[in-house]
């Protein structure tokens, strides 16, 4: 069975900081891209980022460029997602998914973890 547990949500303050991880179970780490979404009160799912193990690709968001940084620990099958320089628009609850084809921004992805909640004040 295809686990992803999230961890690591919490409320911070406006340029603070936060790391989440994803820990996956059930599937051949390497063989699987995963990646980050959020959704935020009243919006649509929107991706954050992607790591492909399989080529080291690493994809992410303009809106979190240069603040957000995916990285892997495949000897752990866990994915991080360290967050710099919090907004508040970045509340929103954020999931881990999975994949085993290619990173995408859209939803076609074959499994979502249950979310972790990030709450930014101002």
């Known amino acids: 069975e295809v686990q992803l547990v999230e961890s690591g949500g919490g409320l911070v303050q406006a340029g603070g900081s936060l790391r989440l991880s994803c820990a996956a179970s059930g599937f051949t780490f390497d063989d699987y891209v995963i990646g980050w979404f959020r959704q935020a009160p009243g919006k649509e799912r929107e991706g954050v980022s992607c790591?492909?193990?399989?080529?080291?690709?690493?994809y992410y968001a303009d809106s979190v460029k240069g603040r957000f940084t995916t990285s892997s620990d495949n000897a752990k099958n866990t994915v991080f997602l360290q967050m710099n320089s919090l907004k508040p628009e970045d509340t929103a609850v954020y999931y881990c998914v999975a994949d085993p084809r290619r990173c995408s921004w859209s939803l076609a992805y074959d499994y979502w973890g249950q979310g972790t909640q990030v709450t930014v004040s101002s």
């Open positions: 790591i492909s193990s399989s080529d080291g690709a690493i």
